[in-house]
């Protein structure tokens, strides 16, 4: 609010003033709006639109007008309607009636449209420096904890042993997926609107290639109605955001199981959870619960900007200026949240001992007796109701897998009774998951050293 | 319902059991299974896990159980939890014992992520030659009627105007836009999950590259836990179909205006719309209603499997049994509304003279007046205003531009006056708008060209 | 931001501590909060569990605080996580150590849920007086123009002549459901949680009653856990929002259709449409466009809040710190909207003999001859079919229903011919339709008193 | 699929005639629509619109055709748009043209709004129906084994003991106003469209109120556009049903983690669990998972709903077929959640003393020392700080409170130190917490007494 003059009063004309007004939000978009103006400008003096002389009065009366933004020299006001038409008419008040010119062969349509873009283009950018920054923490992590034993678990149940980094890395490759996302969404969206004007083009001799290689855009938005009216990208951003948060959702979830007294498998730093001074042992993982409230907020945009854009005939409507508070905001909490659990996980202790001792003899094992069968020819189901007759008669006495002698695995299926005690040490077993993609240590280094080479 | 033997009672453990089996959904996917098992067998054949004798009674037995699903001589059993378990059961019963070593180094876990995959890849197959097909019907339609005269819409009033074809391609860009989506995310989903088990693979030495080659896959699910947890790809698939019906119920929202009373433009043939006996001039566009009613449907899925899967910790949970219906719904109503666009649109009559002449005079010609004056160096802003001071003369006198002469015209400024006939003929004015992706015939006809090598 | 002292920096920590802090939307609940503490600091003086006078140093120290942010001499420092502790750090810096007794018997989560429920019962009682505006606004607009004639549309197609007021009052029975849906959820949730505390209770022998009474509450939240972890009502007021935003969203629509050149029936005042100077008959109807563009918002919060609450296990969990934003965003703008919807129907212009003309003899008037007919006797289906037939040979003479003479329409039917003036003059016919909710210009007036009554 | 004659064909055309007809779905409405006939068939007798004996030929021939369908006897084929149309043409068959006057005064808008509302009147009946049997069974649980002592958690950490019945009844309170929001949801929707017409009412002197009273119905839908129209009522169950599976999410989420290895509080029975024949300790909460999977199912029906009412303009649109799928899921799967989170919670086993001995001497006691403190006049912020201290020293040597002498208290302050036994034992600490609403016995029983009332 504070970057505007005037305040909105709050009789009805002045609520309809504050609702069409977008200069607020803009305001988040004025570095791309002056750099595609002054882009706009100097195609206008290289095609001959306008004289080079003119071209370069816009160009640097442009950059005076931005200086004078940040330096607060100049503050724009609620009469403007939007930060388009604020910058020309400063622009117009310094380098007088040349200001004029500015617009020709362009419209808000197609301006409002590339400031998009470009913003898009910026945030894509900071988001996905901010997903590196996490898989690099979890790759590193990966190394320096990844041989921590812990159980695996489906349905929240142990299911076999695994270690760490196995699950660690998972997160990564759906953290990879995320950045691709992004990539594939930047790509298709980096084309350049600016020229298409109002929804129609220009009968001026313009050269759109030019403007779009000024911005940096991989090229021009091929249809001009197209242009001013599509926000599929904008969609499709906020979707790749949704599913990111989604991804992250899980993740920090298992940081706040891991966090309770129950599991204690993980001590979040001070910076990431507040301590109680009363409980000590209290240690609220403040930092996954707010990441994971926040994927709310995120899938949110994406239900606002469908809602939205549908049944919207071509080719602008006034209800797209709606757009970018979810967009904007959906792209920098995503950004946000992958730096928190970079920080979290980055800081966080790790009890590296918690499952070595309760995983001995644990029944979560009777899988390795009943792979060793089937490897020796037994088909899976026999094996599988074999061990399952076995780990019965065990429980039904109170003991675990400790209590298994050769002689007693024997009188289950003659196969059965060799290597019990490599086949029941939960590290080893972990280890000998070694099939590709597997959380044996040898399969978690190489998908460490796959995943930090696409880094 | 029909396909299956045994009826759900009604009880709450009945219910439990309807709850817990995924049996009618899965039938969906019988193909997908019968495929990935066979693809199985026949790697634990080559590897000599099992013997190349028992892969091939397993893979002819499967085959077998295929046809007489096919066929109906075998009815899968409400008492069977999924499709797997049923299949395999059916299986032993042919082959004997040797049908428990099928599920030799898998679980259920990777078999119903690779059916799931395998699904998708033929779905978003479909989906993609439906698209196909509606762009060709598009570019059909933008070659023969492209060129008919109408007014090009911002908020939904006359801006300027514009041929059909260019709104026509501006429809067929966005949609080249959902195929490449559908085309990225099969890419990222395009990758073997068998061999995973349960989330941290097998002892067995299982070759999992050859089961993705006999796939048809792009390659191999690098991390076991991620190959069985991940969902990402289900919510991208439908984001990517929550995109593509907003473009089409856009579309549909044309469709509809178009065909009232007040706009009159197109005319839905009998197949697509409902005419009514006592009104024969009612003609209710079904089709595009419908298909704008279906957005809502695919948006509900996106929102169905972001809610599903957050907060959801690794691995396996049995909340994910429920994507899959959102899912196949989301890409088959996705699929069939494109098919239903592309048949409305092709048999769709346009009433090609409806804006000849009410266009005009029309005031939204006088644009062409303002790029008149600056493309004559007067600054756009002085030129805009210009011509706004003539437009309400003319107004005021309730005339129309097709009152202005020449000399009415320089008394609003020197520059105005010259070649007022052909700067005020709508379709000199459309086609005048020939910069890249301007509305002018030759560059319908260039993107015709770019859309056209691209299917 | 202005309102806070200090600026967040943008080291991970910092972005944690802005993470955490909810400093920025609470102060939108400052009051809330103050008059909370109030009524806590009274109840605990009579009660005894503090003397008399320091719960009278502690309300008259929150007075002061609460003069000190209103007039600015006190501002709030982002150290402090969240409103509550700013005020009680400002409070003890006044007051002395006496400050530490103000949170005697209760803790944050019981009163950040009920700093919830006080705004909650502010926002919606200025949303019901923005209901109550808007809906006197259309019941004067029916009483004014209610009597213009103009088609009912079913399909966008002209169904049968109506009144205007028939319409109007169609969306102002919506309207009324909403506020009934407001108000049923504003007494399902005013009920106070304070003295719940963390999620137990106190051994304090608080008076929840008179807390409760104090702030207006027409009851106490009966168990204190579930006070401190339910966001059912946040959802319940969202779900709310959306709908009366889904409710202006189709009135919207019908304002920018109404607003087209094609329908030309009603225009916009130039407060609510943006003209263009350019363009005089170009009436952008941006105050409809965005109204209709906001529903997509609110819908946005409902996902947020569904999203967010979704398998949070009981009790406080810190992603609810999410709530208040979206949800507040929520409340404000819907209540936004109907005032602009209020603004915007109170000065538009209706073309009020837009369609005299052009319904004179339109086939929409086909169903007046067959419940003519069926009225005779003749069975309705017999009746439609006759009906039918003499339509189109009307039409196939490309004549319209004008070209009806009593011995032509007599040759289809015997019955038919008698009154056919009356019964096909468009207005008759709208005021023959007098069934009880039907267009007929006495139910307009009936469900208008009606309506009046309820406000 | 079964249920109907004949069978969908693949190509366009057919594929748009599936995409027209609603039969499937409309069967499942097809009592609500025959009675809906038989009252209007009733009243149009009364008022003399049709003769007596027409009338009771009609709801006679209704009564064959009802159960014709219920028997098999007559299958409506895929040839009618919807079971409106193929219940008429068979009435039609077996009366002859008298059939051909049930249609007079009704249109199939006010017909299927009708039906719908009939529909939901029932299902809604059903959904409370398992609403209270979910809360009998909590009542109950809470009764026998709501003395279960447990930590109560905040954040997933330990804060104060408290008892289960607390926590249940946290729950039961929220079902509560899941109950109270689909009777508000009722009320409001149970007012009687039929008789609207297509939108502006009849000539004929039907007696709307008397349809009504026949149906059941509160009233009658006041204004015939808004009958037809409005779909408000459909959002307002579909947001109702997502706010309840939010809740039983919440519900289901606490079910898989308290059958965790790690919390082991509870066991599922084996209706609600998919045990494993070879881990026999692993009982997947495979009822608790679907529940919660389920939730985003209903959400995505609202999403669905809101999205596809909105900017539809008044009156009725094809659109609006799309309704009914989304929402009967939407009704029917919450009640099936409910009956099935009854069925678990019934049958579950509860680890009565697995908390017993942890919570001795936990730090999570603290607060007792602190509110012991502040009962004594100490300032609760100093109390608070004064047992801080205590409490690190403590764990610093690695104590915990169990190694606390009176002595050793009074060192921190002269007030403590008394009554440690009592104030430091978990049982006697919830018993403390007796203020309204607090886990205290006698306060659960309270509330069991007031919630039982409300049955």
């Known amino acids: 609010m504070s970057l ?10 002045d609520l309809m003033q504050r609702f069409s007004s977008s200069l607020e939000v803009d305001l988040r978009m004025l570095d791309e709006d002056i750099e595609g103006s002054k882009a706009h400008a100097t195609m206008l003096g290289e095609t001959g639109i306008i004289s080079a002389k003119d071209a370069r009065t ?4 442009l950059d005076t007008v931005r200086g004078e933004l940040a330096s607060g020299a100049w503050v724009p006001g609620i009469e403007h309607e939007d930060i388009h038409m604020a910058v020309e008419a400063r622009l117009t008040e310094l380098v007088g009636p040349v200001g004029g010119k500015l617009h020709t062969a362009r419209s808000r349509n197609d301006q409002v449209a590339t400031d998009l873009r470009l913003w898009l283009r910026r945030g894509l950018g900071e988001l996905d ?5 996490l898989l690099e923490t979890l790759l590193q992590r990966a190394e320096t904890d990844g041989h921590t034993l812990m159980p695996g678990y489906t349905h929240l149940q142990r299911g076999q042993p695994i270690f760490l980094g196995h699950q660690l890395l998972a997160h990564a490759f759906a953290l990879s997926r995320d950045r691709g996302r992004f990539q594939d969404a930047l790509a298709r969206l ?3 609107p600016l020229g298409a004007c109002a929804m129609a083009g220009t009968p001026h001799p313009i050269d759109r290639q030019r403007t779009a290689e000024l911005l ?5 938005a091929e249809n001009a109605m197209d242009a001013v009216a599509a926000r599929d990208h904008a969609q499709e951003v906020a979707a790749a955001a949704t599913i990111c948060m989604t991804n992250l959702s899980r993740m920090a979830e298992e940081l706040v199981l891991w966090s309770s007294a129950e599991f204690a ?8 959870a507040t301590g109680s001074s009363i409980m000590p042992q209290k240690r609220n993982p403040d930092a996954a619960e707010l990441v994971r409230g926040k994927a709310g907020r995120v899938a949110g945009a994406f239900t606002a900007l469908t809602n939205l854009v ?3 005939p071509l080719a602008y409507n006034r209800d797209l200026q709606e757009d970018r508070e979810a967009l904007f905001d ?3 909490t995503t950004r946000d949240c992958l730096r928190i659990m970079a920080g979290a996980w980055s800081t966080l202790a790790i009890e590296s001992r918690r499952f070595e001792d309760e995983l001995q003899g644990d029944f979560s094992l009777a899988t390795e007796l009943a792979d060793d069968l089937s490897s020796k020819g037994v088909p899976f189901r026999e094996a599988h109701d074999t061990v399952g007759h076995l780990v019965q008669a065990l429980e039904a006495k109170g003991e675990t897998l400790s209590a298994l002698t050769p002689e007693r695995a024997r009188s289950f299926h003659p196969k059965l009774g060799d290597d019990l005690e490599s086949l029941l040490d939960p590290r080893k077993a972990a280890e000998r998951r070694s099939s590709y993609g597997g959380t044996a240590w040898s399969e978690v280094k190489r998908q460490l050293s796959l995943l930090r080479d696409a880094l």
């Open 330 to 332: 959906a792209v920098e």
């Open 4 to 13: 505007l003059r005037g305040r909105f009063k709050s009789s009805v004309s």
């Open 58 to 61: 816009l160009t640097e009366g």
């Open 216 to 220: 940096g855009f991989g090229g021009v």
């Open 190 to 192: 980096n084309r350049c």
């Open 310 to 312: 549908k049944s919207l």
């Open 129 to 133: 420096l901010a997903l590196r920054e």
């Open 265 to 272: 498998f993980i001590r979040l730093s001070g910076s990431f």
